[in-house]
Protein backbone atom coordinates (compact mmCIF):
# COMPACT_ATOMS: atom_id res chain seq x y z
CA UNK A 1 0.00 0.00 0.00
CA UNK A 2 2.70 2.79 0.87
CA UNK A 3 4.42 1.89 -2.60
CA UNK A 4 1.37 2.89 -4.13
CA UNK A 5 0.70 5.80 -2.18
CA UNK A 6 4.44 7.26 -3.45
CA UNK A 7 3.72 6.56 -6.65
CA UNK A 8 0.59 8.73 -6.48
CA UNK A 9 1.88 11.96 -4.46
CA UNK A 10 4.80 11.66 -7.25
CA UNK A 11 2.29 12.07 -10.66
CA UNK A 12 0.76 14.94 -8.36
CA UNK A 13 4.04 16.68 -7.60
CA UNK A 14 4.96 16.33 -11.39
CA UNK A 15 1.17 17.29 -12.97
CA UNK A 16 1.94 20.69 -10.52
CA UNK A 17 4.90 21.44 -11.59
CA UNK A 18 3.46 22.20 -14.97
CA UNK A 19 2.09 25.53 -16.81
CA UNK A 20 -1.54 24.87 -15.99
CA UNK A 21 -4.03 23.90 -18.23
CA UNK A 22 -6.13 27.29 -20.19
CA UNK A 23 -9.55 27.61 -18.92
CA UNK A 24 -11.59 28.72 -21.96
CA UNK A 25 -13.58 32.11 -21.18
CA UNK A 26 -16.63 32.78 -22.38
CA UNK A 27 -15.77 34.42 -25.03
CA UNK A 28 -13.42 31.43 -26.32
CA UNK A 29 -16.49 28.92 -25.98
CA UNK A 30 -17.84 27.56 -29.60
CA UNK A 31 -21.93 28.51 -28.71
CA UNK A 32 -22.85 24.87 -30.24
CA UNK A 33 -21.65 22.04 -32.12
CA UNK A 34 -21.75 23.37 -35.44
CA UNK A 35 -19.60 26.26 -34.45
CA UNK A 36 -17.02 23.83 -33.57
CA UNK A 37 -17.58 21.61 -36.03
CA UNK A 38 -16.36 21.91 -39.88
CA UNK A 39 -19.49 23.94 -40.83
CA UNK A 40 -19.24 26.97 -38.57
CA UNK A 41 -14.99 27.28 -39.30
CA UNK A 42 -14.71 30.27 -41.53
CA UNK A 43 -12.13 29.78 -44.41
CA UNK A 44 -9.45 32.21 -46.10
CA UNK A 45 -8.15 32.42 -49.03
CA UNK A 46 -5.16 31.05 -48.78
CA UNK A 47 -6.91 27.86 -48.12
CA UNK A 48 -8.76 27.45 -51.03
CA UNK A 49 -7.94 26.19 -54.40
CA UNK A 50 -6.98 28.57 -57.04
CA UNK A 51 -10.50 29.68 -58.45
CA UNK A 52 -11.35 28.32 -61.91
CA UNK A 53 -13.89 29.98 -64.70
CA UNK A 54 -15.36 28.16 -66.95
CA UNK A 55 -17.43 29.93 -70.49
CA UNK A 56 -20.94 29.56 -70.45
CA UNK A 57 -22.91 27.14 -72.91
CA UNK A 58 -24.68 29.62 -74.94
CA UNK A 59 -25.23 31.83 -72.41
CA UNK A 60 -25.22 32.47 -67.95
CA UNK A 61 -28.42 30.81 -66.98
CA UNK A 62 -31.62 32.85 -65.83
CA UNK A 63 -32.39 31.52 -62.71
CA UNK A 64 -36.01 33.79 -62.75
CA UNK A 65 -36.32 30.84 -65.95
CA UNK A 66 -35.58 28.14 -63.37
CA UNK A 67 -38.05 29.01 -60.46
CA UNK A 68 -39.94 25.58 -60.37
CA UNK A 69 -42.45 27.29 -57.78
CA UNK A 70 -43.29 31.43 -58.74
CA UNK A 71 -44.29 33.36 -61.80
CA UNK A 72 -47.03 32.65 -63.83
CA UNK A 73 -47.70 28.97 -65.20
CA UNK A 74 -46.80 29.22 -68.50
CA UNK A 75 -45.27 25.79 -69.74
CA UNK A 76 -42.02 25.04 -69.11
CA UNK A 77 -41.87 28.63 -68.00
CA UNK A 78 -42.14 29.61 -71.37
CA UNK A 79 -42.68 33.92 -72.51
CA UNK A 80 -46.93 34.25 -73.10
CA UNK A 81 -47.75 36.07 -75.84
CA UNK A 82 -51.63 36.72 -77.28
CA UNK A 83 -51.17 34.98 -80.60
CA UNK A 84 -54.57 35.80 -81.35
CA UNK A 85 -53.43 39.36 -81.91
CA UNK A 86 -52.69 40.38 -85.50
CA UNK A 87 -50.01 42.73 -83.59
CA UNK A 88 -47.67 39.07 -82.70
CA UNK A 89 -47.78 38.02 -85.87
CA UNK A 90 -43.75 37.50 -87.19
CA UNK A 91 -42.68 37.08 -83.47
CA UNK A 92 -43.14 33.16 -82.97
CA UNK A 93 -42.45 30.28 -84.73
CA UNK A 94 -44.09 27.33 -82.30
CA UNK A 95 -46.76 27.86 -80.39
CA UNK A 96 -48.34 25.64 -77.12
CA UNK A 97 -51.96 26.07 -76.66
CA UNK A 98 -54.26 25.16 -74.95
CA UNK A 99 -57.73 24.02 -75.76
CA UNK A 100 -60.24 23.55 -72.46
CA UNK A 101 -62.85 21.63 -73.65
CA UNK A 102 -64.25 18.61 -72.34
CA UNK A 103 -68.09 18.43 -73.48
CA UNK A 104 -68.12 15.59 -76.46
CA UNK A 105 -66.79 13.06 -73.75
CA UNK A 106 -68.52 9.77 -73.39
CA UNK A 107 -67.32 8.32 -69.99
CA UNK A 108 -65.02 10.62 -67.02
CA UNK A 109 -65.50 14.60 -67.97
CA UNK A 110 -62.20 16.50 -66.32
CA UNK A 111 -60.35 17.17 -69.55
CA UNK A 112 -61.26 20.72 -69.80
CA UNK A 113 -58.73 21.09 -66.98
CA UNK A 114 -55.94 19.53 -68.94
CA UNK A 115 -54.25 22.44 -70.42
CA UNK A 116 -53.49 24.06 -66.62
CA UNK A 117 -52.83 20.76 -65.27
CA UNK A 118 -49.81 20.25 -68.38
CA UNK A 119 -48.35 23.51 -67.65
CA UNK A 120 -48.12 22.69 -63.63
CA UNK A 121 -46.51 19.53 -65.23
CA UNK A 122 -43.82 21.09 -67.49
CA UNK A 123 -42.82 23.40 -64.40
CA UNK A 124 -39.64 21.13 -64.02
CA UNK A 125 -38.85 21.88 -67.83
CA UNK A 126 -37.57 25.16 -68.67
CA UNK A 127 -35.41 27.50 -71.19
CA UNK A 128 -32.66 27.75 -69.24
CA UNK A 129 -32.18 23.76 -68.82
CA UNK A 130 -33.59 23.03 -72.07
CA UNK A 131 -31.00 20.37 -73.11
CA UNK A 132 -31.22 17.01 -72.11
CA UNK A 133 -29.06 13.62 -72.32
CA UNK A 134 -31.25 12.22 -75.36
CA UNK A 135 -30.96 15.26 -77.59
CA UNK A 136 -28.17 17.45 -77.22
CA UNK A 137 -30.37 20.45 -78.56
CA UNK A 138 -32.31 23.20 -76.46
CA UNK A 139 -35.50 23.20 -78.24
CA UNK A 140 -36.51 26.43 -76.80
CA UNK A 141 -33.22 27.95 -77.57
CA UNK A 142 -32.72 27.15 -81.69
CA UNK A 143 -33.52 28.51 -84.89
CA UNK A 144 -37.24 28.71 -83.37
CA UNK A 145 -38.75 31.35 -81.09
CA UNK A 146 -41.34 29.59 -78.60
CA UNK A 147 -44.19 30.74 -77.08
CA UNK A 148 -46.79 29.91 -74.89
CA UNK A 149 -50.01 31.07 -76.88
CA UNK A 150 -52.58 30.33 -73.77
CA UNK A 151 -55.86 28.95 -74.28
CA UNK A 152 -58.78 29.46 -76.79
CA UNK A 153 -61.46 30.52 -75.14
CA UNK A 154 -64.93 28.79 -75.99
CA UNK A 155 -68.56 28.28 -74.46
CA UNK A 156 -69.01 25.51 -72.00
CA UNK A 157 -72.69 25.56 -72.72
CA UNK A 158 -73.07 24.22 -76.10
CA UNK A 159 -70.63 21.63 -77.88
CA UNK A 160 -71.03 22.82 -81.64
CA UNK A 161 -70.38 26.36 -80.83
CA UNK A 162 -67.23 25.36 -78.49
CA UNK A 163 -65.70 23.63 -81.56
CA UNK A 164 -66.64 26.72 -83.93
CA UNK A 165 -65.06 29.07 -81.66
CA UNK A 166 -61.83 26.40 -81.26
CA UNK A 167 -61.44 26.08 -84.87
CA UNK A 168 -61.65 30.46 -85.29
CA UNK A 169 -58.83 30.73 -82.79
CA UNK A 170 -56.75 28.09 -84.49
CA UNK A 171 -57.15 29.69 -88.27
CA UNK A 172 -56.61 32.99 -86.06
CA UNK A 173 -53.18 31.38 -84.72
CA UNK A 174 -52.55 29.79 -88.11
CA UNK A 175 -52.71 33.04 -89.98
CA UNK A 176 -49.46 34.49 -88.19
CA UNK A 177 -46.69 34.94 -90.07
CA UNK A 178 -43.19 33.04 -88.23
CA UNK A 179 -40.71 34.76 -87.49
CA UNK A 180 -38.15 32.64 -88.75
CA UNK A 181 -39.08 32.82 -92.27
CA UNK A 182 -36.27 31.27 -93.79
CA UNK A 183 -36.58 27.89 -91.78
CA UNK A 184 -40.50 27.80 -91.54
CA UNK A 185 -42.63 29.49 -93.76
CA UNK A 186 -45.76 29.09 -91.25
CA UNK A 187 -45.92 28.78 -87.60
CA UNK A 188 -46.91 25.45 -86.28
CA UNK A 189 -49.23 24.41 -82.43
CA UNK A 190 -48.85 21.89 -79.89
CA UNK A 191 -52.22 22.05 -78.55
CA UNK A 192 -53.04 20.89 -75.14
CA UNK A 193 -56.46 19.21 -74.51
CA UNK A 194 -59.09 18.99 -73.52
CA UNK A 195 -61.22 15.97 -74.95
CA UNK A 196 -60.09 14.14 -78.00
CA UNK A 197 -62.97 16.10 -80.34
CA UNK A 198 -61.14 19.06 -80.40
CA UNK A 199 -58.40 17.18 -83.47
CA UNK A 200 -61.49 18.30 -85.72
CA UNK A 201 -61.70 21.63 -85.29
CA UNK A 202 -57.37 22.00 -85.23
CA UNK A 203 -57.92 19.77 -88.64
CA UNK A 204 -60.28 22.25 -90.08
CA UNK A 205 -58.11 25.42 -89.28
CA UNK A 206 -55.01 23.64 -90.73
CA UNK A 207 -56.96 22.26 -93.90
CA UNK A 208 -56.38 25.82 -95.57
CA UNK A 209 -52.41 25.37 -95.02
CA UNK A 210 -51.83 22.25 -95.41
CA UNK A 211 -54.52 20.91 -97.44
CA UNK A 212 -54.99 16.96 -96.53
CA UNK A 213 -52.85 15.56 -93.72
CA UNK A 214 -51.87 11.93 -92.43
CA UNK A 215 -52.70 11.63 -88.83
CA UNK A 216 -50.70 9.59 -86.80
CA UNK A 217 -53.00 8.51 -83.72
CA UNK A 218 -51.74 7.64 -80.59
CA UNK A 219 -54.84 6.06 -79.23
CA UNK A 220 -55.90 3.01 -77.24
CA UNK A 221 -59.37 3.71 -79.40
CA UNK A 222 -59.89 4.36 -83.47
CA UNK A 223 -62.06 7.40 -83.09
CA UNK A 224 -63.37 6.61 -86.37
CA UNK A 225 -66.73 5.22 -85.16
CA UNK A 226 -69.73 6.18 -87.03
CA UNK A 227 -71.58 8.76 -85.36
CA UNK A 228 -74.77 5.88 -85.71
CA UNK A 229 -72.67 3.48 -83.51
CA UNK A 230 -71.20 5.68 -80.78
CA UNK A 231 -73.51 8.99 -80.23
CA UNK A 232 -76.50 7.18 -81.72
CA UNK A 233 -76.90 9.60 -85.24
CA UNK A 234 -79.79 11.07 -82.96
CA UNK A 235 -78.86 14.98 -83.87
CA UNK A 236 -75.80 16.73 -85.02
CA UNK A 237 -75.44 17.58 -81.54
CA UNK A 238 -74.72 14.34 -80.63
CA UNK A 239 -73.20 12.74 -83.63
CA UNK A 240 -69.84 14.95 -82.84
CA UNK A 241 -67.92 13.36 -80.07
CA UNK A 242 -64.14 12.32 -79.15
CA UNK A 243 -64.86 8.77 -80.77
CA UNK A 244 -66.54 10.13 -84.07
CA UNK A 245 -64.21 13.10 -85.19
CA UNK A 246 -61.82 11.17 -87.64
CA UNK A 247 -64.34 9.64 -89.53
CA UNK A 248 -66.23 13.11 -89.56
CA UNK A 249 -62.47 14.27 -90.77
CA UNK A 250 -62.32 11.76 -93.22
CA UNK A 251 -66.13 12.61 -94.36
CA UNK A 252 -64.97 16.53 -94.59
CA UNK A 253 -61.54 15.81 -97.14
CA UNK A 254 -59.31 16.31 -94.50
CA UNK A 255 -57.15 13.62 -94.08
CA UNK A 256 -54.88 11.47 -96.60
CA UNK A 257 -56.95 8.79 -98.25
CA UNK A 258 -54.30 6.01 -97.34
CA UNK A 259 -51.24 7.27 -94.90
CA UNK A 260 -53.20 7.23 -91.82
CA UNK A 261 -52.49 5.02 -88.73
CA UNK A 262 -53.70 4.15 -85.35
CA UNK A 263 -51.19 3.33 -82.57
CA UNK A 264 -51.07 1.76 -79.66
CA UNK A 265 -54.95 0.34 -80.17
CA UNK A 266 -56.25 -2.24 -77.69
CA UNK A 267 -60.32 -1.02 -77.27
CA UNK A 268 -63.39 -2.49 -77.42
CA UNK A 269 -65.90 -2.97 -80.41
CA UNK A 270 -69.84 -2.57 -80.86
CA UNK A 271 -69.11 -4.90 -83.69
CA UNK A 272 -68.07 -7.86 -85.42
CA UNK A 273 -66.97 -6.23 -88.20
CA UNK A 274 -68.24 -3.14 -89.08
CA UNK A 275 -66.01 -0.97 -87.07
CA UNK A 276 -63.11 -2.18 -88.78
CA UNK A 277 -64.28 -1.66 -92.16
CA UNK A 278 -65.55 1.27 -91.15
CA UNK A 279 -61.79 2.70 -89.59
CA UNK A 280 -60.11 1.02 -93.13
CA UNK A 281 -62.35 2.82 -95.16
CA UNK A 282 -61.33 6.29 -93.40
CA UNK A 283 -57.79 5.51 -94.79
CA UNK A 284 -56.12 3.93 -91.30
CA UNK A 285 -53.81 0.90 -90.28
CA UNK A 286 -53.46 -0.24 -86.98
CA UNK A 287 -50.37 -1.07 -85.01
CA UNK A 288 -52.05 -2.83 -81.80
CA UNK A 289 -50.83 -2.26 -78.41
CA UNK A 290 -49.68 -5.60 -77.50
CA UNK A 291 -47.58 -5.85 -81.53
CA UNK A 292 -45.13 -3.68 -79.80
CA UNK A 293 -43.93 -6.84 -77.98
CA UNK A 294 -43.04 -8.38 -81.06
CA UNK A 295 -41.51 -5.99 -83.22
CA UNK A 296 -39.56 -3.30 -80.94
CA UNK A 297 -39.72 0.18 -81.30
CA UNK A 298 -37.23 0.00 -84.52
CA UNK A 299 -39.56 -2.12 -86.82
CA UNK A 300 -42.35 0.13 -85.30
CA UNK A 301 -40.68 3.60 -86.33
CA UNK A 302 -39.80 1.87 -89.30
CA UNK A 303 -44.06 1.00 -90.14
CA UNK A 304 -44.81 4.05 -89.38
CA UNK A 305 -42.25 5.66 -91.76
CA UNK A 306 -42.93 3.57 -94.58
CA UNK A 307 -46.91 4.32 -94.33
CA UNK A 308 -46.49 8.27 -94.09
CA UNK A 309 -44.10 8.49 -96.60
CA UNK A 310 -43.21 12.23 -97.62
CA UNK A 311 -46.56 13.46 -96.77
CA UNK A 312 -47.31 15.88 -94.11
CA UNK A 313 -48.72 15.17 -90.89
CA UNK A 314 -50.33 15.65 -88.30
CA UNK A 315 -49.55 13.93 -84.27
CA UNK A 316 -52.30 13.55 -82.55
CA UNK A 317 -51.60 11.95 -79.02
CA UNK A 318 -54.54 10.99 -76.58
CA UNK A 319 -52.48 10.07 -73.32
CA UNK A 320 -54.78 7.14 -72.51
CA UNK A 321 -52.61 5.20 -75.14
CA UNK A 322 -49.80 4.41 -71.88
CA UNK A 323 -50.62 1.99 -69.39
CA UNK A 324 -52.84 3.27 -66.91
CA UNK A 325 -49.62 2.44 -64.64
CA UNK A 326 -48.26 5.63 -66.72
CA UNK A 327 -51.14 7.80 -67.01
CA UNK A 328 -54.17 7.15 -64.70
CA UNK A 329 -55.35 10.87 -65.47
CA UNK A 330 -57.32 10.25 -68.52
CA UNK A 331 -61.15 9.78 -69.13
CA UNK A 332 -61.71 6.39 -70.73
CA UNK A 333 -58.92 4.20 -69.75
CA UNK A 334 -57.82 1.21 -71.00
CA UNK A 335 -55.53 -1.48 -69.51
CA UNK A 336 -52.13 -2.69 -71.52
CA UNK A 337 -51.27 0.73 -72.58
CA UNK A 338 -47.43 1.10 -73.42
CA UNK A 339 -44.95 2.66 -71.25
CA UNK A 340 -43.47 6.48 -71.47
CA UNK A 341 -40.15 4.96 -72.29
CA UNK A 342 -41.79 3.37 -75.59
CA UNK A 343 -43.83 6.39 -76.46
CA UNK A 344 -41.07 8.89 -75.86
CA UNK A 345 -38.43 6.44 -78.65
CA UNK A 346 -40.97 6.30 -81.17
CA UNK A 347 -41.45 9.54 -81.35
CA UNK A 348 -38.15 10.44 -81.10
CA UNK A 349 -37.58 7.50 -84.05
CA UNK A 350 -40.18 9.61 -86.67
CA UNK A 351 -38.12 12.78 -85.27
CA UNK A 352 -35.11 11.43 -86.38
CA UNK A 353 -36.88 9.92 -89.86
CA UNK A 354 -37.43 13.63 -90.60
CA UNK A 355 -41.14 13.09 -90.87
CA UNK A 356 -42.97 16.22 -92.18
CA UNK A 357 -45.04 17.37 -88.63
CA UNK A 358 -47.33 19.97 -89.17
CA UNK A 359 -48.72 20.08 -86.16
CA UNK A 360 -50.24 17.70 -82.93
CA UNK A 361 -52.25 17.54 -79.90
CA UNK A 362 -51.63 15.74 -76.75
CA UNK A 363 -54.77 15.14 -75.14
CA UNK A 364 -57.35 13.63 -72.83
CA UNK A 365 -55.73 14.42 -69.52
CA UNK A 366 -58.19 14.88 -67.30
CA UNK A 367 -56.05 15.90 -63.60
CA UNK A 368 -58.95 15.42 -61.05
CA UNK A 369 -57.49 11.71 -61.45
CA UNK A 370 -54.44 12.17 -61.34
CA UNK A 371 -52.03 10.77 -58.18
CA UNK A 372 -50.12 12.75 -55.63
CA UNK A 373 -46.99 12.22 -57.92
CA UNK A 374 -48.62 13.99 -60.62
CA UNK A 375 -47.67 11.21 -62.39
CA UNK A 376 -49.96 11.91 -65.77
CA UNK A 377 -49.19 15.35 -65.75
CA UNK A 378 -45.33 15.28 -65.95
CA UNK A 379 -45.67 12.21 -68.28
CA UNK A 380 -47.85 15.12 -70.82
CA UNK A 381 -44.91 17.88 -69.88
CA UNK A 382 -42.16 14.96 -71.34
CA UNK A 383 -44.50 13.96 -74.88
CA UNK A 384 -44.92 17.49 -75.22
CA UNK A 385 -41.29 18.50 -74.65
CA UNK A 386 -40.46 15.17 -77.40
CA UNK A 387 -42.94 16.60 -80.10
CA UNK A 388 -41.26 19.85 -80.14
CA UNK A 389 -37.78 18.58 -80.24
CA UNK A 390 -38.84 16.99 -83.59
CA UNK A 391 -40.73 20.62 -84.53
CA UNK A 392 -37.08 22.11 -84.08
CA UNK A 393 -35.44 19.40 -85.58
CA UNK A 394 -37.98 18.99 -88.86
CA UNK A 395 -38.71 22.57 -90.36
CA UNK A 396 -41.42 22.67 -92.67
CA UNK A 397 -42.48 24.80 -95.93
CA UNK A 398 -46.01 25.06 -96.76
CA UNK A 399 -47.53 23.75 -100.44
CA UNK A 400 -47.10 26.60 -101.61
CA UNK A 401 -43.48 27.58 -100.75
Request: proline share 5%.
Amino acid sequence: MLPLLIFVASVCTAFASKQPQKVLDQDDRPANFIHSSIFGKHLTDNSLPAPVTLPPSYQSRDFDEEDAFGGIGTFAHLEYTECTNSENSGTFDIGIVGHPFDLGVSYRPGARFGPNGARQGARRISPAAGWDIDHGVNPFRNWATVTDCGDISNTPFDKLVAIQELEHGMKTINSMKPKNISASDAVRLITIGGDHTITLPILRALHGTWGRVAVLHFDSHLDTWDPKQLGGGLTKYSEVNHGTMLHIAHEEGLLSNHSNMHLGSRCALFDEHYDLNNDIRCGFSIIRARELDKLGVDKVVKKIVNTVGDEYLYLSVDIDVLDPAYAPATGTIEPGGWTTRELLAIINGLSDADLKIIGSDVVEFTPVYDNAAETTGIAVGQIIYEILQWMVKVPVKTPKA
